[in-house]
């Protein structure tokens, strides 16, 4: 018998016991989660855990082995749940995204890499499950150009340091993104989203929830006292459906019809961020001087007495005061439903999203919503 030895470096031992044990941790978290969404063993979502696979990929490279060995890993888990989940047809959604970091030699238009890292995804999928695609159980869905790639919006500029910012550099790797996940089944369209307390993230448009709509149904949309917007987008991300800002429940200001800080939120968030704060569904008011706007945002036009005190009111007013004073004329107010909002959808292709933008918030004050999903068909 010949014996037979290997002398492996510091490097690649390293390297290799790194690679079993990210393996064996998105194993685990994904078993852990999975679990999570089980009662009984009946599996209540047909949401296979998403996966941020982005990190990865080596700086510039968009074809990995690393990244097709932990899909890899995933494997039996992936097969497992489509197994339990009851249905006959399942799409992974591949999402990419990039920093403002410059580009390796080769991908100069921004959302190329992404696109390409994306793509690389996609085909490692086709490898794994050749049998699970050819019969049409799973479907992939992928960025389709470069426009598809979600682009970060922290500045960078090498000349100022900003490659060597620890901060910086923080923020660009979570810019740089690959990520996917898998729905479907014969339920999709029955699902359960919500936040009890919370703020969007302003580098993410201040959206908490951003789900992909499967099948045919309907969709009771709470969104509380203070107010949140509902929208759905289809495949190219064009607005279908919008709710505009709007509450569901009466407020607990009585004397006032809306919430001074929350016109204040929405009125300057139209100038910083107007993607937010846009469309027809918009709600405005106009006032030339402080009196006429107080009419128009407490519940009695005529009271001479209401209450000011309270963080949600008197800063509020202070500001919008002044404001007047500097030639601001129109204020962005929401609707008030005072119940539950219900929005019909359909997305056979399961390629539309809905989207929640949650802005209002301090640290005292968060938002909360429910968002409830039935299948109609």
């Known amino acids: 018998m010949i014996k037979q030895t290997w002398n492996i470096g510091e490097d690649e031992k390293n390297r290799i016991l790194n690679l079993h044990e990210s393996a064996t941790k998105n194993l685990y978290l994904v078993n852990e989660q999975l679990i999570s969404k089980q009662v009984n063993n009946q599996p209540t979502k047909t949401t296979f855990p998403k996966q941020n696979i982005g990190d990865k ?21 992936i097969e497992e749940f489509i197994k339990n989940s009851g249905g006959n047809q399942f799409t992974v959604n591949i999402s990419s995204g990039e920093s403002n970091v410059t580009n390796p030699k080769g991908f100069e ?21 050749p049998d699970l695609i050819k019969q049409g159980i799973l479907i992939i869905n992928s960025p389709k150009s470069e426009s598809d790639v979600t682009i970060g919006k922290t500045p960078y500029d090498k000349t100022k340091g900003d490659n060597k910012n620890p901060e910086l550099i923080k923020k660009y790797k979570e810019e740089q993104f690959v990520t996917f996940d898998i729905n479907g ?9 919500g936040v009890e307390a919370g703020q969007g993230d302003p580098k993410l448009n201040y959206v908490l929830t951003d789900e992909f709509l499967e099948g045919k149904g309907v969709m009771s949309f709470t969104p509380g006292q203070i107010p949140d917007r509902l929208i759905i ?9 919008d709710t ?16 001074p800080l929350y016109v204040l939120f929405l009125t300057n968030l ?49 500001e919008m005061k002044k404001m007047i ?6 204020f962005v107010v929401y609707n008030l439903s005072n119940t539950a909002i219900t929005v019909p959808f359909d997305s056979p292709s399961g390629d539309k999203k809905v989207k ?14 429910g968002l409830v999903g039935k299948c109609t068909t």
């Open 233 to 241: 987008v289809d495949g190219k991300g064009q607005i279908e459906t």
């Open 109 to 129: 238009t921004k959302g190329s890499l992404g696109l390409a890292r994306a793509n690389s995804v996609k085909k490692y999928f086709e490898e794994i499950f």
């Open 270 to 318: 139209r100038k910083t961020n107007p993607i937010v704060v846009s469309g027809n569904k918009i709600i405005t008011i106009t006032a030339t001087n402080y009196n006429e706007l107080l009419s128009q945002l407490l519940n009695n036009p005529n009271s001479k007495t209401y209450r000011k005190f309270g963080d949600e009111i008197a800063p509020a007013l202070a």
């Open 57 to 77: 990929f080596a700086f510039g490279e968009y074809d990995s082995q690393n990244v097709k060995n932990n899909i890899l890993a995933l494997k039996p888990k």
């Open 185 to 193: 089944g014969g339920t999709k369209c029955n699902f359960d989203f």
């Open 244 to 259: 505009g800002y709007i509450t569901s429940e009466v407020s607990k200001y009585t004397d006032w019809k809306y919430t």
């Open 325 to 330: 004073g500097q030639g601001q004329t129109t």
């Open 356 to 369: 929640v933008f949650s802005p209002i918030g301090t640290d005292k004050i968060k938002t909360g919503y």
